[in-house]
């Protein structure tokens, strides 16, 4: 007799429903139980409705027995939560000798548990979902093909964003919160690094949004970028040790950065510094905070410009005040420091409002010659732009939740030889799980432009303004 396999989600987040309600409907036809656990164990049983092969529990990942019991009960965790929470799972999944799959970054503490993970027959998956996820995918995609042509890439950029739609109203700010929300106010918290024409480019954590290009993406238009993380550590990982421009960049409609510049330099995004009472702290009370005792004005919005030498009367103000960053309202946080704040604050003013769309987008730009070969050299760029459903399931959810999902079932049928810490660049992850995407009507559009000359060089990215 088959034994029911055990599938426990942590996590009913902005990212989770679309990977919950395939996992269920996957439930059925393949002898499994879905657990999906949450703090806010409402919100896991709207996801889970009432299905006869799903349960929702109340989770706190910070209780130790009750997360290690579930992982126990467990053939497969899938770790939806926040980034800050992975080594945790990570720790108890190998105690217990079960597999990981994660949607959040590869991280030091998770890669000093591959040997446990390897001993133990345990495979703990990270970077799986979107961005990163299918972003990885579809690369090592390209560039396996561009290899087995005797092609040598030379630039690689990728870009990947979760924006709204441009169809409809749009916010002063224009960006929805589709995703955990902690990680849009940290997302520059590490700095980035990269680089470009040989050259080694690194970007202070307060210079990030700064840092920014343009970008024209097919359908939709210009966006601006600014790096993400260290791109440095996937030239090993893609085999791309000899390539001279190496970019994994952000994609956002133009005018956020100029203003998130402006947050970040107040200091607003800090998860360190605890701040007393703040739930009964006005927010304009908080900003203020952040302010030194040398700076004056009449009112706190001249003294943020003056501080930040910026127009009291120009868009970066307006989009603060819009925000209500100088309101007098108490915050009514729940966390205690000024990211928890922002978190707050960012989930009440940029919800998906009804009827609304959000978008996804993945750009990957590689500059390729073909040495000893009478071929031009090429400049290839692969778009996926993918759209949400009108008060359903967010594109978001879906691009991150379907591969998800597809690698549970590899996983569970015995489709992944692997073990240990991995990230999805070995073929048979990324090969079955873009076929079924591919299927599912995820797709990229791949355009080729050939070059009888050499290849000026790309545009730079702009220096700090």
């Given at each position: 007799?088959q034994?029911?396999?055990?599938v426990?989600v942590l996590?009913?987040g902005k990212s ?15 002898d ?5 656990g949450?703090?806010?164990v409402?919100?896991?049983r ?6 006869p ?9 910070n ?5 290690s019991?579930l ?6 965790v899938?770790?939806m ?5 992975q ?6 999944c ?6 990981m ?11 000093d548990?591959?040997p446990?993970?390897?001993?133990k027959g345990?495979l703990?998956l990270?970077?799986?979902?979107l ?8 690369a090592?995609?390209i560039?396996?093909r561009?290899?087995?042509e005797g092609?040598k890439i030379?630039?690689f950029?990728?870009?990947g ?10 916010n ?19 700095g ?8 080694i480019?690194i ?5 990030v ?15 601006e ?8 550590s996937?030239?090993q ?16 409609y ?5 203003t ?14 605890r701040i007393?009472?703040?739930?009964q ?29 910026i ?5 970066i103000?307006?989009n603060?005040r ?18 928890a704040?922002m ?23 590689l500059e ?8 031009p ?7 996926m732009?993918e759209?949400g459903?009108?008060?359903g ?14 690698t ?8 992944i ?7 999805p660049?070995h073929p ?7 076929r ?18 050499a290849?000026?060089a ?7 303004r």
């Amino acid at each position: 007799m088959q034994t029911v396999k055990e599938v426990l989600v942590l996590g009913a987040g902005k990212s989770s429903p679309f990977l919950i309600s395939h996992l269920l409907e996957l439930a059925g036809r393949h002898d499994w139980f879905v657990t999906v656990g949450d703090i806010d164990v409402e919100c896991a049983r709207r996801l889970v409705d009432g299905h006869p092969r799903g349960t929702a529990v109340p989770f706190d990942v910070n209780d130790a027995t009750l997360r290690s019991t579930l992982i126990e009960k467990s053939d497969v965790v899938v770790n939806m939560l926040s980034p800050v929470f992975q080594d945790l799972v990570a720790w108890d999944c190998v105690a217990h000798g079960r597999h990981m799959l994660s949607v959040s970054y590869d991280a030091e503490a998770v890669r000093d548990l591959s040997p446990d993970a390897q001993r133990k027959g345990v495979l703990l998956l990270t970077d799986l979902g979107l961005d990163p996820g299918i972003d990885h995918m579809s690369a090592m995609k390209i560039m396996g093909r561009i290899h087995d042509e005797g092609g040598k890439i030379n630039s690689f950029r990728s870009y990947g964003s979760g924006i709204p739609a441009p169809e409809g109203d749009l916010n002063p700010l224009r960006y929805v919160v589709s995703w955990n929300p902690r990680n849009v106010v940290m997302s520059a918290e590490h700095g980035a690094q990269y680089m470009l024409g040989g050259k080694i480019k690194i970007v202070p954590f307060h210079h990030v949004f700064h840092h920014t290009w343009a970008v024209d993406v097919p359908g939709i238009g210009v966006l601006e970028a600014y790096p993400n993380r260290d791109s440095l550590s996937y030239m090993q990982v893609f085999g791309l040790d000899d390539v001279q421009t190496m970019i994994r960049g952000t994609l956002r409609y133009p005018g956020w950065c100029e203003t998130w510049a402006q947050i970040v330099r107040l200091g607003l995004p800090n998860e360190t510094l605890r701040i007393p009472d703040l739930a009964q702290r006005s927010y304009a009370e908080v900003v203020e905070m952040h302010l030194p005792l040398t700076v004056t004005g009449a009112q706190l919005e001249q003294r943020i410009a003056n501080f930040l030498q910026i127009s009291p009367t120009g868009s970066i103000i307006e989009n603060l005040r819009w925000l209500g960053l100088f309101s007098d309202e108490p915050t009514g946080c729940q966390g205690e420091t000024a990211a928890a704040m922002m978190v707050d604050l960012l989930s009440r003013k940029l919800p998906l409002e009804p009827g609304q769309r959000d978008l996804v987008v993945l750009v990957h730009e590689l500059e390729v010659d073909y040495p000893g070969q009478d071929r031009p050299s090429e400049t290839i760029t692969s778009t996926m732009v993918e759209r949400g459903e009108p008060d359903g399931f967010t594109a978001m959810a879906r691009t991150v939740g379907l591969p998800t999902a597809v690698t549970v079932k590899l996983l569970l049928e015995g489709g992944i030889p692997l073990t240990g810490s991995q990230i999805p660049t070995h073929p048979s992850i990324y090969e079955p799980v873009l076929r079924e995407i591919e299927a599912a009507g995820i797709t990229f559009t791949e355009r080729i432009v050939q070059h009888t000359d050499a290849v000026d060089a790309p545009p730079q990215p702009a220096t700090d303004r």
